[in-house]
């Protein structure tokens, strides 16, 4: 009798233990990744109530580049929108959304000022497309809830947006992320290239902002969902980490929009950047390491991007569709892929090459870098190659160190049996960190 009430109290123990392990599991796969609720949610409003009788009007964040810079700022949300009602709505709200009252209404929101389509019937949807387009062009409306107001009054369209906050508090946060984003454009300024500008820029965001793995929705808060929340609150979720990037890099002269799609099986957002006419995909929130700012996400084709990204289709000129992207460019060019601009590419192990890569990993030290970038040639076996160069005879990567520290200074001597070797089959590459001193 006894044996038998310890059998099952052992069997409880273990499922329970199972169940308590799978649940967290799929607890953190839910809540690590996820970018954005699914869409804009929307809620009928009273054409007879009143509205608030003060706003204050907010300072809005200009987006236009600096002077001399080679890109303009296109809208392409704007020229997204399939028709003259939605375009109009586009406009009207580019100036309502930037007056919030004080005190919220009686549902606790901050209703911006409403607007009225005069004569225009508007469907949900295409409230909702106008809405998202406006959104894809400017993340410094970073207030904005996911959600809008609108209603019918005979032939006319009222639509309202609501802030998360009031008028004094988002006059607050957006003079900080005015100042924040100055910061950034006087370090951008100090760079010469367009790759060590958004590099700038990358590497600077990922060492302010962490990855919030807590938030799920914007119930969790607003902050982690906006461009805000990464410059200036320090802590976001993918949304946040893309349209912060979209920010800065528009703000300092490039040409860069959000893209979403699935990542790990769960909704993600990233970024596309153009650079001397050609564009790049970005993931700068896998890209932010536990331990290091990594660049394995920076500036890929889209073909390199599809290995483990799914990307979401072009919204269709007419209807809808709730996962789509407004703007979708075919990115081919690799030559402002991080590897291609500060990797070497290994062809053999010997010959000329042996000189090649210990005159590459003396410069890369001397400069400061942490990391050597490596690409292993195609027309080598990759996996023979990494073995080879780190695991077993003739160990090429540590005779390369061992001559490359002949010709470097004591303070920079590179400590061989500190190496990180992080390898990427996927794409051919090993990227080798390095501790000196």
Request: hydrophobic share 35%.
């Amino acid at each position: 009798m006894r044996k038998n009430v310890l059998r099952v109290l052992y069997g409880l123990f273990f499922v329970c233990t199972a169940a308590l392990f799978i649940a967290c599991a799929l607890l953190l796969v839910h809540t690590f990744g996820t970018g954005r609720e699914s869409s804009l949610g929307a809620v009928k409003i009273n054409v007879n109530e009143e509205t608030p009788s003060q706003y204050r009007r907010i300072t809005e964040i200009s987006l236009s580049p600096p002077e001399g810079t080679e890109e303009t700022g296109e809208e392409y949300g704007y020229g997204s929108l399939a028709d003259e009602a939605q375009r109009e709505l586009y406009h009207l709200l580019s100036d309502a959304v930037m007056e919030i009252p004080e005190q919220p209404n009686d549902d606790g929101r901050y209703p911006t000022r409403r607007v009225r389509m005069e004569g225009m019937h508007l469907s949900e949807d295409g409230i909702r497309r106008a809405l998202n387009g406006f959104l894809y062009d400017h993340p410094q409306v970073f207030w904005l809830e996911n959600l809008f107001g609108y209603a019918y009054s005979g032939e006319d369209t009222l639509v309202e947006c609501y802030s998360a906050v009031s008028a004094s508090r988002c006059a607050s946060c957006s003079q900080e992320m005015t100042e924040k984003i100055e910061s950034y454009l006087r370090g951008v300024s100090r760079k010469e290239s367009y790759y060590d500008k958004e590099k700038y820029i990358h590497d600077r965001l990922l060492s302010e902002c962490r990855y919030n793995t807590s938030v799920t929705s914007n119930q969790d808060g607003w902050e982690y969902f906006s461009a805000y929340g990464a410059i200036v609150y320090g802590e976001a979720v993918c949304e946040g980490y893309s349209k912060a990037m979209q920010l800065l890099l528009t703000k300092a002269g490039f040409s860069c929009r959000t893209i979403r799609g699935t990542a790990g099986d769960v909704e993600h957002m990233w970024n596309l950047v153009k650079i001397n006419g050609s564009w790049y995909q970005l993931d700068a929130t896998w890209d932010d390491g536990e331990d290091a700012v990594s660049h394995e996400y920076f500036n890929l084709t889209t073909q390199a991007m599809q290995i483990d990204h799914q990307i979401y289709p072009l919204l269709p000129a007419e209807g809808t569709m709730e996962k789509a992207n407004l703007f979708l460019p075919e990115c081919r060019a690799s030559a402002m892929n991080y590897y291609t601009v500060e990797g070497i590419t290994v062809s053999s192990l010997g010959g000329d090459m042996d000189q090649y890569m210990i005159d590459y990993i003396v410069n890369r030290v001397k400069a400061g870098h942490e990391f050597l970038p490596l690409i292993i040639s195609n027309r080598l076996a990759y996996q023979d190659t990494v073995e080879r160069l780190f695991y077993q005879s003739p160990y090429k990567f540590y005779y390369y160190i061992d001559q490359a520290n002949l010709l470097l200074p004591a303070e920079r001597q590179i400590q061989r049996d500190h190496l990180r070797i992080l390898r990427n089959e996927k794409t051919g590459t090993v990227r080798v960190r390095v501790s000196c001193g």
